[in-house]
């Protein structure tokens, strides 16, 4: 069976290949059903791979099927290969299984769509790309597949290409996106020179005996292109601007699936991570710095999806915080039930603006509570989730993160005081969100008013499914008494590492039920508080915003990123290149090499030209010079 | 003694007729000293053993190639050229130098061949009856059967092409 | 008689035609230069089935034939037809060969 991985990419691939060759000659519905039949065909494969892998010893969990070579020249060669552990397993089941679950809400959302089939070959081409990265057997294979999500992303963010607005979106998530790229190309490249290869297990397993500053180093770089794909500081500013895109793709790409590739490589690596506690730390503090950040934008924000954007940014932050204390296993594990319930709150953030007309605004909403009921409800799913709320399934990850970021060897107490104070916040702006769209009274427009209406099965069935996911989706990972998410990933992590040096270095059982119940406390705070604001006394926020005007204003703009970036890099860059690049470099240099090189060519030919001469006998001539020349070579050669 | 004296004359008349063929001013004779030449090759081909293809190299060139040269010569009412050859020195000198190297090359090519045994030829199966009629015609008849008709083929297209491109109320003005 | 000498007298003839080509402006003539050419090649053919003591040589030399008396049949046509459009047989004045 181990030979059959590579059916798991081909039935997405295959998928974008008909609807993208064929896509116009297809109705909606045979498109639909296509596309996300060929996911389904995958997610099946990968569970009967998941079981089979199940099946095998905990350190023997391992499928490789090569294809064939790649490239080889000299010492290098790098096979087209795939991998199946149980970190790629995981993956696997999340980007087929939630990816499943968006292209089937696809088909209601983008009902009537002129791209329709245009939409849906992207997204299968986005998981065909998505599956090679977490497929991959080598940083080739996975820099392929990393680079393919970043075209689909793009793709699928200027989607309505016709909007200018989008298409800029578009193009500034793949101009930031390239500025991590190349930091992880860099480190590609430096994982060749010192390791001579780009196997995982080869890289892997020789990493220890690496001078640590080159560890350091080559962490360092692959951090930077976690930070462009994973929208941490500095490079988170292309996501809020990426919500141009289809709510699925949101929901797909740009919270449940892609942007978490940053998180899955550095666990993949996690190897060379833990040999370098500079590059550790750096993880943790800018996953950390991130988090708290996107929460205090995501607070003032008024765009529902902008909210859910940032608040993505802010749980990717907490992934990075996991992975950069030690604790991957438990990363993962957020990585899982947050896929689970962001791309749930999108999907239902969808479903209200296909109620509403495409509103965004979420001071235009209120009162939509009892008008979608089947949305409010699992809305509200996802908002307990992502508060971490007993039982659902935010609750055993976040904690688990916020525990590991003490008690890990590598954590620290302000890890864990800063990291709850950002569960407060998560769960105040989410409750904000959720009070102030479903609660109160409505503010929709007159007009919009009239159309509002759930939506259609098709859309709210996968809302179901993925509010039962996030309900029960954390039960597979309880601590001390049922961690069987953790037990099967950790092989993964430990195979080249000490397991001893992760032992928790200091706590116990009786403080981690404490933590555990004053993260709750503190989820609960928030609720309560945004109840309290946007329910009770509405007149609260305004007041509050304006006797603190300056930080509002503050985060109201998102910190000015967006305009220091403007000023420091855009701008200065701009006016190079205009200066320089263009009008120098591009004009004289470029063009003039190419009009030189047609006016050599012009003036040869111009030469050239005579010996077309219409005289048969010069022509002769030549055929003779040329058997002179042929019998040259038969004597002399 | 007789095979030698017979080749150098025949060598000397071929190579002679041909400088005469390509120097002389009148075109109806330039055609005749083709025929000496052509004669003189007929020459080799019986010394070599070639009996039946001399006969027919006769038939065929002088019979009919060399009738039909003098046919177009005297029916285009060819005289006397005052400008024989290409007008301009430079490629006379050109056409020369390019003469004298190519000849150069080939004799080179013979003695690198065979006289300093460069080359290496086994010798073919059938020693005897050379280039009689009995043997040339098998070979025709059973080998080179299918090329052999092709070649009528061809012929018959060359009659038919001849006829039409020589029609004279076959212009495309008309 | 070695099979040289009948070589040498073939190349010495083929270059005399070749000179012809290219030197001759009467396209009749280079029309005989390339019989001649034909010709020295034939002769070529001819001695080496003597080499060797093989007839397919021989065989060759009726090919070669067949292919010059119907190139001679067409090309004198064409000579023909040219001249009544142009009055004349000259090579360099007949340049429709150009770009």
């Given amino acids: 069976m181990q030979d059959y991985i590579w059916l798991i990419p081909f039935f997405p691939l295959l998928g974008f290949l008909i609807n993208g060759l064929l896509g116009k000659y297809l109705s909606e519905k045979v498109i639909g059903i296509l596309g996300s039949a060929m996911v389904f065909l995958s997610f099946s494969t990968a569970v009967v791979l998941f079981f089979q892998l199940t099946q095998l010893d905990p350190e023997n969990r391992l499928f490789i099927n090569t294809l064939y070579t790649w490239m080889a020249t000299g010492s290098f060669s790098a096979d087209v290969a795939f991998r199946f552990d149980a970190l790629s397993a995981v993956m696997v089941l999340v980007v087929t299984g939630v990816g499943f679950l968006i292209h089937v809400y696809s088909i209601g959302y983008m009902h009537g769509d002129r791209g329709f089939a245009r939409f849906f070959s992207f997204l299968n081409l986005f998981t065909f790309a998505m599956l090679l990265l977490v497929l991959g057997n080598n940083f080739l294979i996975m820099f392929l597949g990393w680079e393919g999500v970043g075209l689909c992303s793009y793709l699928l963010i200027g989607f309505w290409y016709e909007n200018p607005e989008y298409a800029y979106a578009g193009n500034k998530a793949f101009i930031v996106n390239r500025i991590g790229d190349f930091g992880f190309l860099i480190g590609i490249f430096m994982i060749f020179g010192y390791f001579g290869s780009l196997n995982f297990d080869t890289v892997l397993s020789a990493a220890g005996m690496q001078p640590e500053w080159v560890i350091t180093t080559i962490c360092l770089l692959l951090f930077v292109g976690a930070t462009g794909k994973s929208a941490q500081i500095p490079l988170y500013v292309w996501l809020p601007d990426a919500m141009a895109g289809p709510t699925p793709v949101s929901a797909l790409i740009h919270a449940a699936t892609m942007v978490t590739a940053g998180v899955y490589m550095i666990c993949r690596t996690s190897a060379m991570y833990v040999l370098s506690e500079v590059a550790l730390s750096v993880v943790a503090i800018i996953g950390l710095l991130t988090a708290l950040m996107a929460a205090t934008i995501a607070i003032t924000s008024k765009d529902i999806k902008k909210v859910l954007a940032y608040s993505t940014v802010s749980q990717l932050g907490y992934m990075f915080l996991a992975a950069g204390v030690g604790a991957f296993a438990t990363a993962i594990f957020h990585l899982m039930t947050h896929a689970f319930f962001k791309a749930l709150m999108f999907l239902a953030a969808g479903s209200v603006m296909h109620a509403l007309s495409n509103e965004t605004n979420i001071d235009k909403m209120g009162g939509l509570k009892n008008k979608i009921g089947t949305t409010y409800r699992t809305f509200w799913v996802g908002g307990l989730a992502i508060s971490g709320i007993l039982p659902f399934a935010g609750f055993f990850s976040k904690d688990e993160i916020l525990w590991k970021a003490f008690s890990s060897p590598f954590g620290s107490t302000v890890f864990w005081a800063v990291g709850t104070l950002i569960a407060g916040l998560t769960a105040f702006y989410m409750w904000r969100m959720i009070y102030t769209v479903f609660y109160g009274e409505s503010r929709v427009d007159k007009e919009v008013a009239l159309h509002i209406h759930e939506s259609p099965k098709v859309m709210t069935v996968p809302l179901i499914v993925l509010a039962a996911l996030s309900t029960v989706g954390g039960l597979v990972n309880i601590p001390h008494y049922f961690p069987m998410f953790e037990h099967f990933l950790d092989p993964v992590f430990m195979k080249y590492i000490n397991p001893a040096a992760f032992e928790a270095s200091h706590g116990s059982f009786g403080l981690e039920l404490t933590f555990a119940a004053i993260s709750l406390v503190v989820a609960f705070t928030g609720i309560w508080l945004a109840k309290v604001m946007y329910v009770q006394r509405r007149e609260l926020p305004d007041k509050i915003a304006s006797s603190v005007k300056g930080l509002y204003t503050l985060l109201f703009n998102k910190y000015y990123v967006d305009e220091l970036y403007d000023k420091i890099i855009v701008k200065p860059f701009v006016k190079v290149s205009d200066a320089f690049f263009y009008a120098f470099f591009d004009v004289k240099i470029i063009d003039g090499i190419v009009n030189g090189s047609a006016k050599i060519m012009d003036s040869i030919a111009g030469v050239l030209r005579r010996s077309h001469s219409g005289v048969v006998q010069f022509y002769a001539l030549s055929l003779v010079v040329g058997a002179i020349a042929l019998f040259g070579y038969l004597i002399f050669g | 003694m007789l095979e030698t004296v017979l080749f150098f004359a025949l060598a000397l008349l071929a190579v002679t007729a041909a400088i005469g063929m390509i120097v002389h001013r009148s075109p109806v004779y330039s055609v005749l000293m083709l025929i000496i030449t052509l004669f003189s090759i007929a020459g080799f081909y019986v010394l070599l053993n070639a009996p039946f293809v001399a006969a027919v190299h006769m038939i065929v060139y002088a019979g009919a190639i060399i009738v039909l040269f003098l046919f177009v010569v005297m029916l285009l009412d060819l005289r006397h050229e005052s400008d024989r050859f290409t007008l301009t020195k430079f490629s006379r000198v050109l056409a020369f130098i390019a003469f004298l190297v190519f000849l150069g090359e080939a004799i080179l090519l013979v003695k690198v061949a065979f006289i300093d045994g460069g080359l290496d030829i086994g010798l073919g199966g059938q020693v005897s009856q050379l280039g009689d009629t009995p043997s040339i015609g098998k070979l025709l008849f059973t080998a080179y059967l299918l090329p052999f008709e092709i070649a009528s083929v061809l012929l018959l297209v060359a009659i038919i092409g001849a006829v039409i491109l020589a029609k004279q109320n076959l212009k495309p003005s008309q | ?99």
Wanted: with cysteine; aromatic share 12%; hydrophobic share 65%.
């Fill in chain 3, 1 to 99: 008689m070695p099979i040289e000498y009948y070589l040498i007298v073939a190349a010495i003839l083929f270059s005399i035609g070749v000179l012809g080509v290219l030197t001759r402006r009467n396209a009749i003539i280079v029309f005989l230069c390339i019989e001649l050419m034909l010709n020295a090649v034939n002769l070529t053919l001819v001695a080496f089935s003597n080499h060797v003591q093989n007839l397919d040589g021989q065989v060759f030399v009726f090919f070669v034939m067949i292919v010059a008396a119907a190139e001679v049949a067409v090309g004198l046509a064409l000579i023909v037809a040219i001249f009544r459009q142009k009055e004349t047989v000259y090579v360099d004045e007949i340049n429709l060969m150009k770009w």
